[in-house]
């Protein structure tokens, strides 16, 4: 089940992105120490109040060339599509303008949950002043200040009544994939290839994702699929619907359901750093993942065509080395039945577990070849190691000082765990922690 969505939006420069970094600087760990990880501020995730959620800032929305109020009405309408509860940011120092009443009478049309946020209060006789925004029709305002983060607390416990207490019941057996990647890479045509021949379709169902359609589906051996598709099946006209940090947005929604996600590249463009963008946020969020290099069949081939794409590849996504890489051709349907047997293998290597035996003997081993390291006269000890998670697998490393552990000796174990237990597909997360 998917996230609730929070939206922030507004006219520029009334400190949206401030709110927004708020949220996630307070509620987000960042991982700053893998490389070739690109992030785009468009979209993360938080929690409050044990609810976890995802934010969307629509004031990073780039809509070019784009008239100033229809902008803002833009990025208003991308809110109302994507969010369950929605922040509209209003400065406490200019007051009520125009742009204002025009975005509040098209959040007010949209029937969501809206949250007047008047911002840039930063002091408390400044609060007095914030009572004529009740004539824009949204309720109470509450008075913040996103850059001392005064307010954002009381803004959060209001946003966190509006979630869906209902959970939705899951089936663990089906595993649920999504294809990803820049428009125009061929996502439709491979979806439509893969649930071409020899698939028995069992239903299609309106997904949490809005206007997404999810698409059940049976391979051969039994194994049931929940699709999830990104591909245009969004409403067509809009004028952010080409824009490339919308289209991110969209796959960060897929990533989010996804316990698989296959990463589509266009054979015959290349890679390209929105490709790398989505990937990341992909690894970042612990899903399994599966290269696929679609329109392989438009290559000239040489002999040694797809061992040079496949170097290229692993040179620009040095952080998915895990990942295998297929390709493929949604139009001759070439290696396309490989698709659901790889989705499966990757799969069932994120539920992997490792008994603790077993991982010591793999951690000491490591231990042996390659002595932990040493900082100013202390020396790293490894006492143990357990499995703590699956999806992705995580794993607890019980060391005498959690500083004394540099990435690069925690990447060294991780390659030795991987050395002996493969986890094909699938990023792996290594916790070192002090005992106690």
């Known amino acids: 089940m998917a996230n609730p969505t929070i939206a922030i939006v507004g006219r520029p420069n009334v400190g949206k992105s401030t709110i927004f970094n708020r949220i996630a600087g307070e509620r987000i760990s960042i991982v700053e120490d893998t490389p070739g990880v690109t992030r785009d501020r468009i979209y993360t995730t938080g929690e409050w109040l044990g609810r976890e959620f995802s934010v969307i800032d629509t004031g990073g929305i780039d809509l070019r060339d784009e008239p100033f109020m229809d902008q803002i009405k833009h990025q208003a309408e991308i809110a109302i599509d994507e969010a369950d509860v929605i922040l509209f940011v209003v400065s406490g120092r200019e007051g009520v303008t125009d742009a204002d009443e025009m975005v509040a009478k098209i959040l007010y049309r949209s029937k969501k949950p809206v949250i007047l946020v008047v911002n840039k209060v930063d002091n408390p006789e400044m609060r007095n002043e914030i009572y004529e925004f009740y004539s824009l029709g949204l309720g109470e305002p509450f008075p913040v200040s996103g ?39 061929g ?22 994702t809005r206007d997404a359609i999810d698409t059940y589906f049976e391979s051969e051996d039994g194994q049931k699929f929940l699709m999830i598709d990104t591909a245009g099946m969004r409403k067509r006209g809009k004028v952010y619907e080409n824009t490339e940090k919308y289209s991110v947005m969209r796959a ?10 296959l990463m589509v590249l266009n054979a015959e463009e ?37 061992r040079d794409f496949e170097e290229k590849i ?18 001759t349907k070439q290696r396309l039945n490989k698709l659901p047997e790889l989705i499966q293998l990757v799969s069932m290597n994120q539920n992997l577990r490792i008994p603790s035996a077993l991982l010591n003997d793999v951690i000491m081993d490591a231990v042996a070849i390659n002595p932990t390291p040493t900082d100013k006269g202390r020396r790293l000890k490894i006492f143990y190691a357990t499995q703590v998670a699956v999806k992705p697998p995580a794993f607890v490393i019980f060391v005498n000082e ?27 997360k290594i916790i070192p922690r002090r005992r106690k």
């Open 187 to 208: 996502k439709s045509s491979l979806i439509n290839a893969i649930l071409g021949e020899d698939r028995v379709i069992v239903s299609e169902i309106e997904g949490t």
């Open 270 to 306: 290349g890679i390209r750093e929105q490709d790398k963008k989505v990937a990341g946020y992909a690894h970042e969020a612990g899903r399994g993942i599966v290269i696929v290099v679609n329109k392989w069949d438009t290559l000239k081939k040489e002999t040694n065509t797809m």
């Open 402 to 428: 959690e500083e004394l552990m540099h990435f690069s000796y925690e990447r060294f174990l991780e390659n030795q765990i991987r050395k002996a237990f493969t986890f094909e597909g699938t990023p792996i």
């Open 314 to 331: 692993r040179d620009e996504f040095q952080y998915l080395d895990y990942a295998p890489i297929i390709f493929v051709s949604a139009l």
């Open 147 to 185: 850059s001392h983060g005064l307010g954002i607390g009381d803004v959060l416990d209001e946003a966190v009544k509006h979630f869906s207490t209902e959970i939705e019941e899951e089936d663990e057996s089906i595993i649920k994939f999504s294809l990803i990647g820049r428009p125009n890479v």
């Open 252 to 261: 960060m929604r897929a990533i989010e359901r996804s316990d698989v996600v």
